[in-house]
């Protein structure tokens, strides 16, 4: 029997689960300050290589004010393993001193708010609202967005699309775990180049998975 999108989506959450049980936020952070730095330095840039500065960085600048007052050559040295470090020089100091004059020294909630900040795009909001705040939201990188379009659960490439299309399918109370195992089955399995198909916990339920390799996985499944 043909399955409807959604309902393969919600298999697939299942079988995520079964095969990362509780994953975490890829991103190291103590509070929505240190998560908003993280995220901006994260684009383009691995998240390990993010998580490797943090340290360093937060022991120089704990807060938002201290960060709108940093040097920009002394940040540059610090973040320098980023792509685009200078661009994200800007984004940082810009962004902490919105934050210290206009909210207090705090990130603000409100999703607005959020994008308004520079450095802060559609998945960075998504991801500290969920994160950091507490609200539901589907935060699409882009191995989100890789998975949810390989195995046919988004018909888009589209990440605003795709974050529809999962908000819609994925009951509120799933979609923190979800978005992060999603995450984690791309860094492992759902690679940009070369797929490791054979070895996929989900192939039953990929579109792209071929045929010889479906039959496989319910072979090995009972
Ligand atoms: S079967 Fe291949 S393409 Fe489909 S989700 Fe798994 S790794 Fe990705």
């Known amino acids: ?7 393969r989506c919600l298999k697939i959450a299942e079988l995520l689960k079964k095969e990362y049980g509780t994953s975490h936020c890829p991103l190291n952070f103590q509070s929505p300050f240190q998560l ?13 290589c993010v998580n490797r500065i943090l340290p360093t960085l937060f022991e120089r600048y704990p807060d938002a004010h201290a960060l709108s007052l940093s040097d920009a050559d002394e940040l540059s040295q610090i973040i320098q393993e980023v792509t685009y470090s200078d661009v994200k020089v800007t984004y940082l100091r810009d962004s902490a001193q919105i934050i210290d004059q206009r909210y207090g020294g705090e990130v603000p909630s409100d999703r ?4 308004s900040l520079p450095g802060v795009g559609r998945k960075s909001a998504n991801l500290l609202s969920v ?13 989100v967005q890789r998975v949810s379009y390989r195995t ?5 490439k589209n990440v605003e699309m795709t ?15 979800l978005y992060r195992q999603m995450i984690e089955h791309g860094k492992k399995y759902c690679t940009a180049v070369s797929p490791r198909c054979d070895k996929c916990c ?3 339920y990929c579109e792209t998975c071929t045929p010889t390799q479906k039959e496989e996985q319910y ?4």
Do not use: Y
Request: glycine share 4%; hydrophobic share 45%; net charge negative.
């Open 219 to 222: 072979f090995w499944s009972f």
């Open 112 to 115: 607005m708010a959020l994008l």
């Open 36 to 48: 908003l730095v993280a995220l901006i330095l994260s684009a383009r840039t691995q998240d390990e």
């Open 152 to 156: 046919g659960i988004s018909l888009s």
């Open 202 to 204: 989900i192939r039953l």
């Open 163 to 177: 974050e529809k299309t999962l908000c819609q399918f994925v009951p509120s109370n799933q979609m923190k775990e």
């Open 1 to 7: 029997m043909q399955m409807s999108r959604k309902e």
């Open 131 to 143: 994160e950091a705040f507490g609200v539901d939201a589907f935060p699409v990188d882009t191995h």
